[in-house]
C-alpha cells in the first residue's frame, strides 16, 4: 500500500485563517500555529455545521 499523502499539484491557495500563501507542510495552513487556531475554533464550537430540524410538530 502507498503510505504517502497526495497534495494538489497546482498553485497552494491561501490560508483559510490569515489569507498568507499556503505552504505543503501544513496545507492548507501557512503555519502550524494556523493550523492550531483553526483546531481550537473547532473544539469551542465555533464552527457549526448546520443540520436539518428533527423535531416532529404535534398537530391536533
Known amino acids: 500500500m502507498?503510505?504517502?499523502v497526495?497534495?494538489?499539484t497546482g498553485p497552494l491557495k491561501?490560508?483559510?485563517i490569515?489569507?498568507?500563501p499556503a505552504v505543503q507542510a501544513t496545507h492548507p495552513?501557512?503555519?502550524s500555529r494556523c493550523r492550531d487556531?483553526?483546531?481550537n475554533r473547532w473544539l469551542?464550537?465555533?464552527y457549526v455545521i448546520p443540520g436539518r430540524d428533527d423535531e416532529v410538530d404535534?398537530?391536533?
Open 37 to 39: 487556531v483553526d483546531l
Open 58 to 60: 404535534d398537530v391536533e
Open 6 to 8: 497526495k497534495m494538489p
Open 44 to 46: 469551542k464550537g465555533s
Open 18 to 20: 490569515c489569507g498568507k
Open 29 to 31: 495552513f501557512c503555519s
Open 14 to 16: 491561501t490560508c483559510p
Open 2 to 4: 502507498d503510505d504517502q
